[in-house]
């Protein structure tokens, strides 16, 4: 028993610490702004990088509690160099959000992000696009149509005008319509609505575009190389219709296999969501032992 109770009594005794209202309000502040913070991020393009910045830290965690002392060296001088990387990565990011404050709209902007659906293309709408993009192909009328996947678009949207309208073949046609306010720059599509006109797309600087390709081209190769949106391109010039995914151009539509495309892109939405779905109810089930 004498044995036992040594043993015990060498045990270092943790004690709770004092919690009071005030140590509650400083976490629960602390918390609503990081998830103000992720849900802003989460609302453009940043938040495919802010992923690939936290798979790092967690190789880097692993790397140090299993005293993996290569890949510990190797990722510890990566993230100090790379700490300043980030800073210039997300500058424009950062300059926002610095703007927003300022202006007193932050907040605003943030829990207006959490708004909206995930709602894939209906039936009319494709029929809308696709009836558009024809009719502007036959009068030779430019336009830039991105419709936005999985990866957020609203940096992109932001460099607009808002719309927020129904999917139209008329508004569509109206909005890139020669000599009109709306007609320079490229529409955002997401939610099954017309977000936004005459956004502005970063321009790909690829060497091997072919010289046949314009402007709205390289800006619709551009925005597709660092997100999973689809654009459709009308060109101008030659009256062509082209989609672009990935970065791939692929030119010479017709109404028939614009709704195909369409269509595929809103059954793999709907499959990802019934996925996402049934991954719930499984770890639901997980949880109740079921």
């Known amino acids: 028993m004498n044995a036992i109770k040594e043993a015990l009594d060498k045990i270092p005794y943790i004690g709770l610490p004092n919690i009071g209202i005030r140590d509650i309000v400083d976490i629960l502040v602390v918390a609503y702004l990081i998830y103000l913070v992720m849900i802003w991020i989460k609302d453009t393009r940043t938040w495919t990088l802010f992923k690939g910045v936290v798979i790092v830290l967690v190789v880097a965690s692993i790397a140090y509690i299993f005293q993996l002392h290569t890949l510990w060296f190797v990722i510890s001088n990566t993230i100090t160099v790379g700490t300043f990387a980030l800073l210039v990565v997300f500058q424009p990011e950062l300059r926002r959000a610095l703007e927003q404050i300022g ?22 709408s494709i029929d809308g696009i696709a009836k558009a993009c024809v009719h502007m192909a036959k009068l030779k009328t430019g336009a830039l149509i991105v419709i936005e996947q999985d990866t957020k678009l609203g940096d992109v949207e932001r460099t607009g005008i808002k719309i927020d309208a129904v999917i139209s073949s008329q508004l569509l046609i109206n909005i890139f319509e020669k000599n009109t306010p709306l007609h320079d720059g490229a529409v955002i599509i997401k939610n099954n609505r017309v977000a936004a006109a005459t956004c502005f797309l970063p321009l790909s600087d690829s060497m091997d575009i072919s010289k046949d390709l314009g402007t709205r081209h390289r800006a619709a190769i551009g925005i597709t190389e660092g997100t999973d949106a689809l654009v459709l391109v009308v060109s101008e010039e030659t009256g062509i219709i082209s989609s672009v995914r990935n970065g791939k151009v692929k030119r010479g539509l017709d109404a028939e296999i614009i709704k195909k495309i369409l269509l595929a892109t809103k059954k793999r939405k709907r499959s990802d969501k019934k996925r996402l779905e049934r991954k719930k109810v499984i770890w639901k089930g997980k949880n109740k032992h079921e």
């Open 103 to 124: 202006q007193g709209n932050l907040f605003e902007s943030l829990l207006n992000s959490t708004e909206g659906t995930d709602d894939a293309l209906s039936n009319d």
